[in-house]
């Protein structure tokens, strides 16, 4: 019989202590396979120029090629949309968290929907949010944030002007995950000056052993059999004709065969034709120091107050969602793109808690994380922390609407 004690489940208690200065991250490695088996190619994603984001790593003592899966922007994005996911299951009167959302369904560009900060590429201070308005008093609307001049902004807007690390809670109070993946508000009132929130929560996936793999590239037309001597003419509708004055290629409006070959006829360089991995592996790590850092002073009557008490509170609830947005995509969101589909060697999420000299590790599952943010989120409201989870809703101003309308109907275009 094995001595192994098998990792207990996460509590509120060990994360409260470890948040509190008992540990210095939280890291998750997670091994996993092609869901096609071992062998089975896997496609990165492809940069400028086709090519793959390819580096040496030293692992275990060796250094082995290895190539990037999904980058540290792309996990932040993919981790957002697991929270927002859980958001919206939730019926409106048990929202989990802190959400600004933008709402165009009643605009010239409804088809927009309704967009949130956790889909902006600089969540609660993209351009998006600055071009916005929120209710005011009847039917006027005021503006959400003003980008010179703060004091014409909202009362939400001008508490973000004056948000930094020493005053986290009106970032804390609209959106709370701009804490853990960071933000720059580089778009408001002091442009390039604005405050810098870094990221607390970074994640990666990387292929480790690579070898490159060939991809074939041809097409069999059933039926054009040749296009010999068959010029086209291209008019400026998009429509083409056949014509001897023409000076295009059948292959050119998507017609005819093209010949099996290993290269790109444009780049003159192989294919890009994915690779073989020993292994994937995701590596997360939640940094508790990057959490220190951060302040949130609440306001009582004419009083601010402050206390390590009210911080780490705050730190401990911003802490439960990010590993809550670790445990969201386990175990079903590691379909990258097609054909890098990747499965979970273990069967359950395990965590380590890092201490110098030492770690422990705990398992969480997506229940046990919700369970912890509404746990911790009690905890900081009894605290006079400001944790409102019924949505935010700005409405887009009318310029913002003619904007999306106008390069939607240019991209249907084909502009």
């Known amino acids: 019989m094995s001595d192994t004690k098998k990792p207990g489940l996460l509590t509120l208690e060990t994360l409260q202590e470890a948040v509190a200065g008992g540990a210095a991250a939280f890291r998750c490695v997670n091994d996993l396979d092609p869901v096609g088996g071992r062998g089975d190619k896997v496609f990165p994603p492809t940069y400028e120029g086709a090519i793959y984001a390819r580096e040496n790593r030293v692992i275990d003592g060796q250094r082995l090629p290895c190539v990037l899966l999904d980058s540290v922007q792309s996990q932040a994005k993919r981790l957002e949309l697991g929270l927002l996911s859980w958001h919206r299951a939730c019926e409106a009167n048990q929202k989990p968290f802190p959400l600004v959302q933008v709402d165009f369904t009643e605009t010239e560009a409804e088809e927009a929907g309704i967009v949130t900060a956790l889909e902006a590429p600089h969540r609660i201070v993209d351009a998006i949010f600055l071009a916005c308005e929120v209710d005011g008093e009847g039917e006027k609307k005021t503006a959400?944030?003003?980008?010179?001049?703060?004091?014409?902004?909202?009362?939400?807007?001008?508490?973000?002007?004056?948000?930094?690390?020493?005053?986290?809670?009106?970032?804390?109070?609209?959106?709370p995950t701009a804490l853990l993946f960071g933000m720059w508000d580089s778009h408001g009132a002091r442009g390039g000056l604005g405050e810098k929130f870094q990221r607390a929560l970074v994640s990666e996936i990387i292929g480790v052993d690579v070898e490159p793999g060939k991809r074939p590239a041809s097409r069999i037309d059933p039926l054009i059999r040749t296009t010999k001597d068959m010029p086209v003419e291209k008019k400026d509708d998009g429509t083409w004709r056949l014509s001897e004055q023409?000076?295009?290629?059948?292959?050119?409006?998507g017609l005819g065969n093209v010949t099996p070959s290993l290269i790109d006829p444009k780049t003159k360089q192989d294919n890009h034709g994915g690779v073989t991995i020993h292994i994937a592996r995701q590596i997360a790590i939640l940094s508790l120091p990057a959490l220190r850092r951060l302040r949130f002073p609440i306001s009582k009557g004419n009083k601010t107050i402050e206390s390590e008490e009210i911080n780490a509170a705050a730190r401990t609830l911003v802490a439960a969602l990010g590993l809550a947005a670790i445990a969201h995509q386990w175990p079903d969101r590691f379909s990258l793109r097609p054909r890098c589909d990747l499965l979970p060697r273990l069967s359950e999420l395990h965590i380590e808690v890092l201490k110098p000299g030492s770690s422990n590790t705990v398992v969480l599952d997506r229940t046990a994380a919700q369970g912890l943010v509404r746990m911790a989120a009690v905890e900081a409201m009894k605290l006079g922390l400001p944790w409102k989870t019924k949505p935010l809703t700005l409405y887009p101003n009318a310029e913002l609407v003619k904007a999306v309308k106008l390069s939607r109907e240019r991209a249907k275009g084909g502009d």
């Open 144 to 175: 959400f944030r003003h980008p010179k001049n703060p004091a014409k902004a909202s009362e939400y807007g001008q508490r973000l002007e004056n948000a930094s690390t020493t005053n986290a809670t009106p970032v804390f109070e609209l959106c």
């Open 246 to 253: 023409g000076k295009s290629k059948l292959s050119e409006v």
